[in-house]
């Protein structure tokens, strides 16, 4: 079974400065995706970023990039220049390569302070 | 290009009342899922279905059922509803060969 685990339930950060958010996860695939998805408070859930498990650079996305550690099962979210409008639920997802069935991390609050 | 469509986005029920959640997607896909979000959960998935006419359970499928009839809808249904269905429901879709979900802005049900 797949698990994934986001350890920090709430974290915050002053506008313009960098924030890391933790993802671990467990699974005996080699093949797989890891992303990333920002809920605000509309509850709509936004893809922020993606990951294939095979490529071994991380994935950058404007002002997002990842920290990909296959062998650690790790996948961090870098939020670079920090914006109000980052303030949101950000949670980390697995899906198995060529299956299409999401596992969830319990989510991490973002504050951000002006 | 509506993308995923959830009906309604609020409702209230009484413990035991019947209802059904509509989720209608214009995209082709021929995945759909339901999930439902707790907090300190995160999503966890109902039922999911990989075809018109095919559904399967998913981690919590209990006191739930669904039907997909037309490959554009899936229908999520609670035949006696409790208190512990109170909960956020989203629906998603996505092509069965690439990853990646589009999902609909979420029901909020409450069951009192």
């Known amino acids: 079974a797949q698990t994934v685990t986001q350890s920090q339930p709430e974290m915050s950060v002053q506008e313009a400065e960098t924030v890391t958010l933790s993802c671990t996860y467990d699974t005996s695939e080699s093949d797989y995706y890891l992303f990333w998805y920002k809920q605000p408070p509309s509850r709509q859930m936004i893809l922020v970023i993606r990951q294939e498990a095979y490529k071994q650079q991380n994935a950058t996305e404007n002002r997002f990039s990842v920290n990909f550690q296959k062998a650690a099962k790790s996948f961090s979210l870098k939020i670079s220049d920090s914006q109000l409008g980052d303030a949101a639920m950000y949670f980390c997802a697995f899906a198995r390569y060529n299956f299409n069935k999401f596992y969830f991390g319990s989510g991490t609050k973002l504050n951000v302070k002006p | 290009n509506a993308g995923v469509t959830q009906t309604p986005k609020f409702r209230v029920l009484k413990t035991g009342q019947s209802m059904t959640l509509l989720c209608a997607q214009d995209m082709n896909h021929e995945y759909m899922y339901w999930y439902r979000q707790d907090p300190g959960m995160g999503l966890r998935l109902i039922h999911y279905s990989v075809g018109e006419g095919t559904t399967a359970k998913g981690e919590v499928p209990d006191g739930y059922n669904v039907s997909r009839l037309k490959k554009q809808n899936f229908l999520l249904g609670l035949e006696s509803a409790a208190p512990s269905q109170t909960s956020v429901y989203f629906c998603?879709?996505?092509?069965?060969?690439?990853?990646?979900?589009?999902f609909g802005s979420g029901t909020r049900l409450t069951v009192v």
């Open positions: 998603a879709s996505s092509y069965g060969d690439r990853p990646g979900y589009t």
